[in-house]
């Protein structure tokens, strides 16, 4: 009994602070639908800016460290972080109102990238930083003692102030006729604006209460804590606050700080219990969180909502007309160009040494799984945040065949591919009755209950040592060579076998499939498309690729470990599909390269540059770019081909037949196709977004 009690205390603590940033999640969502996962980095943010102002700033009053200096400081950050999230909410996620609730979640987590980054450049980056002491004054100071258990002043303050904010918005929002009109605006936002509610002001002002309850529970965190580092706040925070918000309903405020006090103490009660277990709390939440989103979706005191959307990633791009797509110019420029391309790559590893040929074999193993990515999001419209865990699983179970079990190596290979796509359709199964941003949150989930539970369990991962991966050889083709240049090849060849599977699959019935589940479920319901057979194939396909992405990374790192599989590289590969075009395969090596290729290859501060730029980049991509970085080159690809053909007409380039032998009509070729009428699949609109899934380059 003695034990419980001290469980219940402790967990109690953490468990507050689990509330208030679910707290802050349930208030943007309630004003303006958007799910934010940025919030932890915020809440980062906020710890991290308190902290300067208290420690070093030279224009603060009072005494450094002093308790009057933290409550000015704490006003400031608060103010500080209240700012951005107007600018936000003004320049960006106002634009995107209209948008999928998927869209405006990947926004979210390029926003939170790009807040990472900018704390390590403020605050870490530079020499000595990283292992700085930083500690945030307490407002209460002293120690009470309840049973066994010693709470000290960060635990009091928790406990006592809380409690207090969450009274304090529940009041506002029942009695203010602000509150009442966020309330209104949460239940129907064009009513509300009949009724003279502004909703920008609703929108402005969820966004910024959220920022400022995140940054608050940063504060609180880190002066619980005794010391602020990057860690503080993690994506673990994020899983817990998630599983908070959906345990009491995403909807509820009250809802909010009962299911972070259930996480919290759910958390110290699991974790002292099995002590021997790592990760036994983080398997628990995602199977809790699974069983909460089948079962009782609304939660325990949210209302029941339908979050049914489409991804809607793939912009309609204009194609080339079909008498130049099937021209001998527009053949010869693909061919061209994809031939250069390997060429140069083969080229560039011969010429340099072993580093560089490590930084390309990693770019083509983040580029198979944007390829694996391309097909389940971009062709099947079914949102992943946990696919880098599916690269651990093939990982781990290539190092488990061939090297515990002795199994040969040409046998591990497509024994891992049925592994991932197994544990990918297991993944899957939730998805056939949670959609949307639901869906999103189970594989999160999955991702981190993978890294620590999984992963780092001595049946799978090996515990602390990990798993060592045997390099096989083959005659004089040594993977193990030091150049590291037989081991390029090898990915390289396994990248260009998944895109030519990725290019055949969207070209087949089933890839027509993938685009009618992916643009309208229902429509494609009533042609007679098994939308369960259909989501679970996707998930098998993207699973298996992703999979044999892992047995090439383990040939690279030789020894495997579960902190090579960090969840925040899931979220990253989703931003980074996003900048290379998701829904076009050239997108997922043009998004590789850009995102891990140049910061390595150019030796750039990797602890801000990926960060910062994948968060930059995919916003922009969001807003203004069409299509990634495959739009663009996809745009100058045609450029190229109208351009020959207009010199051929002209004659001053050998004459080339455009197709089938006749001679082609030059007004005809430049106008775009009139596109045809189908009915069964919404019209001329719907036509023309399944033709344009159906050409990805």
């Known amino acids: 009994m003695s034990s419980l009690f001290s469980y219940i205390v402790l967990g109690s603590t953490r468990g507050l602070i689990y509330g208030i940033l679910a707290l802050g999640l349930v208030l943007t969502y309630k004003g303006t639908r958007v799910l934010n996962l940025a919030q932890p980095f915020f809440g980062l943010l906020g710890a991290f800016v308190c902290w300067w102002l208290t420690a070093e700033a030279g224009f603060m009053p009072f005494a450094a460290g002093s308790r009057p200096r933290m409550l000015v400081a704490l006003v400031v950050t608060l103010a500080v972080v209240g700012a951005q999230a107007v600018g936000l909410e003004r ?12 869209v405006t979640l990947v926004a979210t987590l390029a926003i939170g ?7 390590v450049v403020l605050f870490v980056r530079g020499q000595g930083q990283a292992e700085k002491l930083r500690v945030i004054p ?16 960060g635990d009091l303050q928790i406990l006592a102030l809380v409690p207090l904010v969450g009274i304090e918005l529940a009041l506002f929002f029942r009695l203010s006729r602000f509150g009442v009109a966020i309330r209104a605006a949460a239940e129907n936002a064009d009513s509300a604006r009949l009724l003279g509610i502004s909703v920008d002001k609703v929108a402005t002002f969820s966004w910024v209460l959220g920022l400022m309850l995140a940054a608050l529970a940063g504060i609180l965190l880190a002066s619980e804590q005794g010391t602020l580092a990057l860690s503080t706040l993690s994506t673990g925070f994020l899983v817990r606050a998630l599983a908070a918000a959906l345990i009491g309903g995403l909807t509820s405020l009250p809802g909010a700080l009962v299911g972070g006090l259930v996480v919290g103490i759910s958390e110290a009660t699991i974790s002292g219990t099995f002590r021997g277990t790592v990760g036994a709390a983080d398997a628990v939440f995602f199977v809790a969180v699974v069983a909460m989103l089948i079962f009782r979706p609304q939660g325990i005191f949210g209302q029941r909502e339908d979050t049914e959307d489409k ?29 250069t391309l390997i060429a140069f790559a083969l080229v560039v590893s011969l010429v ?74 297991l993944i899957g199964l939730p998805a056939l009755r949670i959609k949307g941003l639901y869906l999103a949150v189970v594989t999160l989930t999955f991702s981190y209950a993978a890294e620590f539970f999984v992963f780092r369990s001595d049946v799978v991962g090996g515990g602390q040592t990990g798993r060592v991966m045997p390099i096989p050889s083959f005659g004089p083709f040594d993977l193990d060579s030091p150049s590291n240049r037989p081991l390029f090849v090898v990915a390289l060849g396994v990248l260009l076998l998944s895109i030519w599977v990725a290019r055949n699959l969207l070209t087949s019935r089933t890839g027509r499939t993938f685009a009618a589940l992916r643009e309208n479920e229902k429509a494609a319901a009533t042609l007679g498309v098994s939308l369960t057979k259909a989501r679970l194939m996707a998930f098998a396909v993207s699973g298996g690729m992703a999979a044999l992405g892992g047995v090439v990374f383990a040939l690279h790192v030789k020894t495997v470990n579960a902190t090579d599989f960090p969840t925040e590289t899931s979220l990253v590969l989703v931003l980074m599909v996003m900048i290379g075009g998701l829904g076009r395969l050239s997108g997922s090596w043009l998004g590789a390269f850009a995102v891990f290729g140049v910061p390595l290859l150019f030796k ?31 745009r100058g690809r045609h450029a190229v081909v109208e351009t020959l053909v207009d010199l051929d007409q002209s004659g001053e380039v050998a004459p080339a037949h455009l197709s089938s032998g006749h001679e082609p009509d030059r007004d005809r070729d430049r106008a775009a196709p009139r596109p045809r009428r189908d009915t069964r699949m919404g019209g001329v609109a719907e036509r023309r977004r399944v033709v344009s899934a159906a050409n990805p380059e």
Not at 138 to 153: A, D, S
């Open 91 to 102: 320049f960006l996620f106002r634009t995107l109102r209209r948008a999928p609730r998927l």
């Open 113 to 119: 990238q790009a807040v990472l980054g900018l704390v």
């Open 138 to 153: 307490l407002l209460v100071h002293g120690v009470v003692q309840l049973g066994h258990v010693n709470l000290t002043g």
């Open 311 to 339: 991804v809607a990633f793939v912009p309609p791009v204009r194609e080339l007309p079909a008498r130049l797509a099937k021209s001998v110019y527009a053949v010869a420029v693909s061919r061209v160009t994809i031939a």
């Open 352 to 425: 340099t040494g072993s580093a560089t040929n490590s930084t390309l074999t990693l770019v083509c193993v983040g580029a198979i799984v944007g390829v694996s990515l391309t097909v389940l999001m971009g062709y099947a419209g079914q949102i992943s945040l946990g696919h880098w865990a599916l690269v651990g699983v093939g990982a781990f179970a290539a190092t488990d065949l061939h090297g515990r079990l002795g199994v040969p190596f040409l046998l591990t290979v497509p024994l891992v591919v049925v592994i991932g796509m197994v544990v990918s359709l």
């Open 604 to 634: 750039f501060d990797n602890a801000w540059i990926i960060p910062v730029a994948t968060g930059l980049l995919s916003v922009a991509v969001i807003v203004r770019t069409q299509g990634g970085l495959a739009g663009l080159v996809q």
